[in-house]
């Protein structure tokens, strides 16, 4: 969260005045993006915490393209939210921001049909006519926040998130996942073996296959609690 939230707060320090006329404005639009990215990094961190401490499901979790010996979290950034006001932390004061980034970021289409359009001639009317086909993409948006408001959410959010987390007792469960790992089998002889000759995919090809069969997709070979 520390990285982006600085970045964000040099961001937004360009910016002179929240003014739509004013170009320098654009930064906070900037800066927003870059603080919501750290949001999501650290909200997705959150809940493979709790992934592992047994509050969330594997199902729930995955990613698209998951990997034996990896846990990352697929859902976007509004489907965390969710999920973590379920588990007692309630963030959603954000969704108004996350709404406004997913917007600018995502917002672009193409549009062919009617529209309701006034008519002058004569006697004002309303009339329906089609047009098109017309690109439309949303613009960069402005938001009242400074950089110390930048700040002081991000610190915020970071105190909110550890408290959250503590409370699920992660760390008994990590310490447990560790010990694991460690008696997990050192050189194993047939794969070791072949390391000295093995180009960059073999080496690669090595390591998925023992990830695959001594760790597995969601560390479900070594997991202590339930995965599914």
Not at 15 to 40: E, H, K, N
Not at 179 to 187: F, G, M, N
Request: aromatic share 8%; charged share 25%.
């Amino acid at each position: 969260m520390n990285a982006h939230a600085e970045l964000a707060v040099q961001l937004a320090s360009k910016a002179r005045s929240t003014r739509s006329d004013d170009p320098t404005s654009q930064y906070l639009a900037a800066a927003v993006v870059i603080f919501l990215a750290g949001v999501d990094k650290t909200l997705g961190l959150a809940l493979q915490l709790c992934y592992i401490a047994g509050k969330i499901t594997w199902k729930w979790l995955r990613p698209r393209k998951p990997h034996a010996g990896v846990i990352s979290c697929g859902p976007g950034l509004t489907a965390k939210l969710d999920k973590l006001r379920e588990l007692g932390l309630d963030l959603t004061e954000l969704q108004w921001l996350v709404d406004l980034r997913n917007m600018y970021l995502h917002s672009c289409s193409i549009y062919a049909g009617y529209r309701v359009e006034p008519s002058w001639r004569g006697k004002p009317r309303l009339t329906l006519r089609a047009s098109g086909p017309e690109v439309t993409s949303s613009g960069a948006f402005i938001v009242p926040f400074s950089a110390g408001d930048i700040r002081r959410m991000a610190d915020q959010l970071t105190e909110r998130v550890g408290k959250f987390l503590d409370k699920m007792n992660w760390q008994s469960h990590w310490k447990e996942l560790t010990k694991k790992i460690e008696r997990l089998p050192k050189d194993p002889h047939l794969e070791a073996s072949r390391l000295p000759q093995a180009s960059a995919d073999e080496i690669h090809s090595i390591v998925t296959s023992l990830n695959k069969r001594y760790v597995g997709e969601g560390f479900h070979k070594i997991m202590s609690v339930s995965v599914k």
